[in-house]
């Protein structure tokens, strides 16, 4: 019983810890979410007047980034507000600062040259966090069954002990039952032989008194009586 208990308790433990563990990366997952949440907004309301070139590229790029994102659940989800809106960013090519957006031929090259290059930097980075978070999935799920598993144990640990319980607490009841049944025989004998042995302690001084009657009631007797008193009154 002592070892079911102690294994009960450690199951529980771990079941405790497991749950903590899903809560924590459900946290995490949250958290990034809304980080990739600021930074979308971050990228699409962003002063274009006061933007020079490395931050046109490096929105250039984070709007490539948040597109790539956004068009893994395109079969399935409506386009969100964020990316139509960082898809007429890019489409109009809103990539440096000022109001001047008039673009060279030789710029428009340079900038389609490294925006393929951007993009495929980002394409491996969103690879990279793709990955991320198909292992944090597998993860949670991994731990959820484990955390399934571990209660389901910790159940049938619960309900054998219960069993086991109630199975020695019947027994225990069944054998203070008998007893009760012995004693209540026992109370039934003692009071029948109660009269029969106080009966009997009658019979036997019944009998004494009789054989000491007798004794006198014989010549052998009476003499072997009148002997023992003489006896006893010679001086010694």
């Known amino acids: 019983m002592t070892r079911n208990s102690s294994t009960s308790s450690f199951k529980a433990l771990e079941a405790n810890q497991v749950a903590d563990w899903v809560e924590q990366l459900d946290l995490e997952n949250q958290a990034l979410r809304e980080c990739i949440s600021r930074c979308a907004d971050t990228l699409i309301n962003r002063d274009l007047a006061n933007e020079d070139r490395d931050s046109a590229s490096s929105r250039r790029k984070g709007l490539a980034v948040l597109l790539e994102a956004s068009d893994v659940h395109a079969a399935t989800h409506m386009p969100s507000p964020a990316h139509l809106r960082a898809k007429q960013l890019l489409q109009s090519r809103v990539l440096k600062s000022g109001t001047n957006a008039n673009f060279f031929e ?114 052998e007797g009476l003499a072997r009586e009148a002997l023992w008193r003489w006896r006893c009154l010679l001086p010694p």
């Open 106 to 219: 030789h710029g428009q090259v340079s900038l389609d040259l490294e925006l393929d290059r951007s993009s495929v930097l980002m394409e491996e980075q969103l690879r990279h966090e793709r990955t991320r978070f198909t292992s944090l999935d597998v993860e949670v799920d991994a731990l959820q069954r484990d955390l399934t598993a571990t209660q389901e144990r910790q159940q049938t640990l619960e309900n054998a002990e219960l069993e086991e319980r109630l199975r020695h607490d019947a027994l225990i009841t069944s054998e203070m039952r008998q007893m009760q049944l012995e004693l209540f025989q026992l109370d039934e004998e003692a009071s029948t032989l109660g009269p029969k042995l106080q009966q009997m302690e009658l019979h036997g001084r019944a009998v004494k008194a009789l054989g000491r009657l007798l004794k006198f009631i014989t010549q």
